[in-house]
């Protein structure tokens, strides 16, 4: 059969896409003409490029590592900063209002932690086994929740992490708001 | 050419099934064995079985449980509509707030899956379109989702009726705390 000819002919045509910069197009027209998947495997082997094979077969969605990481990241640096403004409060009579103000906060790390998790599922059909190796530094959402005395319940809410400490860990957030003028409640 | 079609006729058998483990084993051993693509995509579109391939594995999935699944997400959102009428009618700041923060979560929801099943599905099954339904489904309480955790009528407003609840509560703590002065 020709086809082990064409195959060649389809991997180079594909290689040189990379290099050109419309590798996207000419993938997806390799797909959609119903060819070896594992032509485009040969071909992205050893390059920046991923990709994930929708449609039942019909499309494929490619993006460079490089992309995938940048969009990981920015979802762990939103986690970050909703983190950082989460404060620990008076466990045993927390005034209405600051428990108000911190109901918004913690919905909102939440929030950042569920896009946090979508992102994760999303990029990591993309990613080769080695890939994960780049994402170690990457903080997950439970650590950067821990450091600050919380935990995400999974769901729309994070809640205080009770310690022994509780009162001290008070007092700290309490002291270092003061200091960032930050009106907390009407106490 | 008889292997090909010794080949295809034992795909169309598993994909007749409906045994989840077997047609996702048939895809890979398929693809593993350097088979064209085209002869998957074939013998998938004949059936309900859909398929999106990663770098390591297959997802299958068939399209009258996605296309079922799709509507009761959206039912979902439907559902939480009178609650969201309701609390807007003469609701508390409150109650407005909580009928919108629930309504919001389903309306991410059901968009978050709305990707994820167009992964699967060809062209021709026709693809959900979340942001479209949800539209509709708001259209008649002149709320507005943003796409991601908030509903309201226009930008801002959802922040100022927070504003607005934490408002009250302060009033009533300040209340409380005269109540308390007087009786000292």
């Given at each position: 059969m020709p086809q082990e000819n064409n195959s060649e002919h389809r991997i180079e045509v594909m290689t040189r896409a990379l290099v050109a910069g419309d590798f996207a197009t000419k993938v997806k027209e390799h797909i959609s003409a119903g060819y070896p998947v594992t032509e485009v495997v040969k071909v992205t082997e050893g390059t920046e490029w991923r990709f994930v094979i929708t449609n039942s077969g019909t499309n494929i969605e490619v993006e460079t590592i490089g992309a995938l990481i940048g969009r990981w990241e920015a979802a762990v640096a939103r986690v970050e900063d909703a983190a950082s403004h989460l404060i620990v409060h008076d466990m045993d009579h927390p005034d209405d209002v600051t428990q108000m103000l911190q109901i918004r906060r913690r919905t909102q790390a939440a929030h950042a932690a569920s896009d946090l998790d979508l992102a994760e599922s999303r990029i990591g059909r993309y990613?080769?086994?080695?890939?994960h190796l780049r994402l170690t530094s990457l903080q997950s959402s439970e650590e950067i929740f821990e450091r600050v005395g919380f935990h995400w319940n999974g769901g729309d809410c994070v809640q205080e992490i009770w310690s022994e400490d509780h009162k001290r860990k008070y007092e700290q957030t309490m002291a270092k708001a003061r200091e960032r003028g930050v009106v907390l409640g009407t106490h | 050419m008889n292997d090909t079609k010794i080949r295809i006729a034992s795909l169309e058998q598993v994909f007749a099934s409906d045994d989840e483990e077997a047609v996702h084993g048939a895809i890979i051993s398929h693809l593993v064995a350097k088979n064209p693509l085209s002869e998957l995509v074939d013998v998938a579109r004949k059936t309900e079985w859909r398929f999106v391939l990663t770098r390591n594995d297959v997802e299958v999935a068939r399209r009258d449980e996605l296309k079922s699944w799709y509507q009761e997400l959206v039912d979902q959102v439907a559902d939480s509509i009178p609650a969201l009428e309701a609390a807007e009618r003469g609701g508390s700041p409150f109650a407005r707030l909580e009928a919108r923060d629930i309504a919001a979560d389903y309306c991410e929801t059901v968009t978050a899956d709305a990707t994820r099943l167009c992964r699967f599905l060809f062209p021709e099954d026709g693809f959900p379109n979340a942001s479209d339904d949800i539209e509709k489904l708001l259209s008649r309480t002149g709320l507005k989702w943003d796409g991601a955790h908030t509903i309201e009528r226009e930008p801002g407003e959802y922040d100022r009726l927070f504003q607005e609840a934490v408002n009250v509560l302060a009033a009533r703590e300040a209340n409380r705390n005269q109540r308390g002065a007087q009786f000292s």
């Open positions: 990613l080769r086994a080695e890939d | -």
